[in-house]
């Protein structure tokens, strides 16, 4: 316990150093010719401007995030993936915080008595709307402790349609309360 204390001190003083943010921005690797590029960069910048406290993926095999967490951000990547093997390897990406959601809330309903693998998922197009989705990125933020205030905002990516790999292609700004709020007031369909 000591010695995790010891490393999270030594992390938080070379991370806080000016010079290493400088050789961190210096350093950055320019971004591929591709969508899933553009929304990332995309993402990242507005999450800067608005002071929003998590960039949330939507990730099938988790390269959105991986791209999201080589640009090194300045606020967490909360990586939601359908599949358990992929929220594993994301645990070790950088600034990375892997969930892995209840069935039917990534968009995607799976079915329970198959196998639910990355090289054999059995997935059905969910009947839900892309609010639905939203408000999965809200409850797993609050989960992981990224947000503690209802109008915290969080910036999300994902692809439409669901389930295909590769395809971010969507930037919304959601408050932490859920996709149908903003300052304090709750819209009620």
């Known amino acids: 316990e000591e010695s995790v ?3 999270q001190r030594i992390i938080n003083r070379v991370e806080s150093d000016r010079h290493y943010q400088k050789m961190v921005l210096d350093s950055s690797p320019v971004p591929d010719s ?9 993402a990242r910048q507005i999450a800067q401007t608005i002071n929003a406290k998590a960039i949330v993926c939507f990730t099938l095999g988790g390269t959105t995030a991986l791209r999201a967490s080589k640009k090194r951000p300045d606020v967490p990547v909360l990586a939601i993936s359908p599949f358990k093997e992929t929220a594993r390897q994301l645990v070790m990406s950088w ?3 892997p969930d892995f959601p ?3 809330s990534f968009g995607l309903e799976v ?9 054999a998922p059995v997935m059905q197009e969910a009947t839900d709307d ?3 989705v939203l408000r999965e990125a809200c409850r797993a933020a ?3 402790g990224l947000v503690n205030d209802p109008n915290d905002l969080l910036v ?12 971010a292609n969507i930037i919304r700004v959601v408050p932490a309360a859920g996709p149908s709020c903003w300052d304090g007031v709750c819209r009620v369909d």
């Open 95 to 97: 600034g990375v915080y």
């Open 156 to 167: 999300v990516t994902a692809g439409l349609p669901f389930g295909t790999p590769g395809a």
């Open 34 to 42: 591709t969508p899933t590029d553009a929304i990332i960069v995309a």
């Open 142 to 144: 609050l989960a992981k």
């Open 5 to 7: 204390a010891m490393q």
């Open 130 to 132: 892309f609010d639905m």
């Open 111 to 119: 079915d329970e008595e198959q196998v639910f693998t990355l090289d």
């Open 102 to 104: 209840r069935s039917g």
